[in-house]
C-alpha cells in the first residue's frame, strides 16, 4: 500500500508557476514505490498533462520504510483562444528597421533618379552641303522647379519641354527618334541609397517549458499575424504613441533546449505609424 505523507506548494512571484514537493511511502519495499510512480507521477506530460510536470522523483530508505520525495512543476499561465500557453515573461527594445528610400516622409525622387529632358534634333545647312546634329547649351544646365519637388516618376512638361525619370541611366541612350533625343541632365543626388532606418519598438517575450511539445506553441499560429498588443501586453507603449491604430506584427519565433528546460521566444514588432500593419498583406491573430 502506498501512503502521502506530506505535501508542499508554492507560487512563484508573478503567479505563473506552482511549485509542488509531495511525499509517498510505502512499507512494501522499494519496487512497489518505483511501480506506483511510474503509473501516477511519470516524468513530462504522462497522466500528469494538463495539471502539472514532474521535475525529480528522489528515493530515500528510513528503516523499513521506503519514501519518493516527487517535486512538481505547474506552469498555471494566463489562458488565451489561440489554445495553447502563454509566455511567462517579456522584455522592450527600441530597433532600427530597414525601409525603402521612398517610404521616408520627405521624399523626392530626384534622390535616387536620373533627370531626363527632350530634346529636338536640329538640321544645320552648311555651304559645303548638310550636316545634322543635336541641339545643345553651354553653361550651367536650368532645371525647371518641378525638378525639385517630384516625388514620384511621372513625367511632366514644363515649358513646352517634356522631362522623365529612370531609376537606371541607361534606360534613355539619347539615340535620335522622330526628331528628338533624350538628354540625361541631372544624375541621383543620393546615387547608391536605396533604404533608410526607421527605428520602432520590438518586444521580446518568453517562457520556460518542461518538454519540446510545451514549448513549440510559439511556432503554431502567430508567425506574420498581426495583434493590437502582444500577448503580455506592450508596456503602455500603444497609449504613450497617443492614438489607436498602432500595432504589432509577429516576426520572429524560436524553440531551444538550455540545458535544463525548453526556452520559448516570441518577437513582436510595433507598426511605423497609425495606419498599423497592411492587412492586405498579413492577417489578424486570435485575440
Known sequence: ??????????????????????????????????????QYYPPGYGSLEGKGYVETVTFRQEGPIWYADVAIWHDSGIGITIGQRTPLNH??????VSLPLQQKSNYRTKWDHFFWQRCPVVTETAVSGSTSGTSGSSGTQVLP???ASAVTE???????????????????????????YW???????????????????????????????????VVDSLL?????????????LSSKLSGSGWN?????????????????????????????????????ASS
Not at 2 to 26: A, G, H, M, N
Not at 91 to 96: G, K
Not at 190 to 213: A, L, N
Not at 224 to 236: A, K, V
Open 1 to 38: 500500500m502506498i501512503y502521502q505523507s506530506f505535501s508542499k506548494e508554492s507560487v512563484t512571484e508573478k503567479k505563473s508557476r506552482r511549485d509542488i514537493r509531495l511525499t509517498l511511502y510505502s512499507s512494501e519495499g522499494r519496487n512497489e514505490l518505483e511501480n506506483y510512480i511510474r
Open 91 to 96: 522584455s522592450l527594445r527600441a530597433v532600427a
Open 145 to 147: 522647379t518641378q525638378y
Open 154 to 180: 511621372v513625367p511632366f512638361e514644363a515649358n513646352g519641354v517634356n522631362y522623365r525619370w529612370t531609376k537606371n541611366g541607361d534606360d534613355l541612350d539619347g539615340t535620335p527618334k522622330n526628331g528628338y
Open 183 to 217: 538628354k540625361c541632365i541631372a544624375t541621383p543626388t543620393k546615387p547608391g541609397v536605396e533604404s533608410w532606418d526607421f527605428h520602432t519598438y520590438q518586444i521580446t517575450e518568453y517562457g520556460e517549458y518542461h518538454d519540446e511539445r510545451t514549448a513549440s506553441w
Open 224 to 236: 506574420d499575424h498581426i495583434r493590437s498588443q502582444p500577448l503580455l501586453g506592450d508596456f503602455g
Open 248 to 284: 504589432w506584427k509577429c516576426d520572429d519565433a524560436h524553440v531551444a533546449h538550455d540545458g535544463k528546460r525548453w526556452v520559448a521566444t516570441l518577437v513582436w514588432t510595433l507598426s511605423g505609424d497609425r495606419n498599423g500593419w497592411d492587412t492586405d498583406l498579413y492577417s489578424n
